[in-house]
């Protein structure tokens, strides 16, 4: 398993999707194209053209760097990231936290700021990035 595979794997996961539907959702999340960026002077594709790629880079990342991403949040090496996939319009983000720095990474298009009805959020940390990243490592060794 690569960890592009592993990145589709938790799209289709997250959402709980049907066998049927899922293709289409890791599809309309993975392509999902780097927008911006909520700070400044970071370039919206530090992580990945792709949210699918963004991803993948946070899998093998955070894997990689397991005890920044472990640290307290005292730590002056801590790290931390977030990520939300929203719905039914397809956007995401990924928030990395570096020490005292947060980036903010969207993905897809602009929220049109419209309520609408059956809105849904999914969101998940380091922490199944983690273990998700050092199964791949460990080629499921254990």
Same mark, same amino acid.
Do not use: C
């Given at each position: 398993?690569?960890?592009? #595979? &592993? /990145?589709?794997?938790?799209?289709a996961? %997250?959402?709980?999707?049907n066998?049927?539907? =899922? ?18 002077? $970071?370039? &919206?594709?530090?992580?990945?053209? *792709? +949210?699918?790629? &963004?991803? =993948?880079?946070? $899998?093998?990342?955070? /894997? %990689?760097?397991r ?5 307290? #949040? ?13 719905g039914?319009?397809?956007r ?7 020490? #005292?720095?947060?980036?903010? +990474?969207?993905?897809?298009?602009m +929220? #049109?700021g ?6 849904r ?6 922490? *199944?990035?983690?273990? $998700?990243?050092?199964?791949? &490592?460990?080629g499921?060794s254990?």
């Open positions: 398993m690569t960890y592009n #595979d &592993a /990145a589709n794997l938790i799209i996961t %997250a959402w709980d999707a066998p049927k539907d =899922a293709v289409d959702l890791v599809l309309s999340y993975g392509d999902l194209t780097a927008r911006r960026v909520r700070e400044e002077g $970071v370039d &919206a594709v530090m992580l990945g053209q *792709t +949210f699918g790629k &963004a991803l =993948a880079e946070m $899998v093998e990342s955070v /894997a %990689a760097q005890v920044d991403f472990s640290a307290s #949040d005292r730590d002056p090496n801590h790290k931390a990231t977030t990520v939300y996939l929203y039914p319009t397809p995401a983000e990924i928030r990395l936290q570096l020490a #005292d720095r947060v980036l903010t +990474f969207e993905y897809g298009p +929220f #049109d419209s309520l609408g009805d059956l809105r959020t999914v969101q998940f940390t380091q922490v *199944t990035l983690g273990f $998700v990243g050092e199964a791949i &490592a460990d499921f254990r």
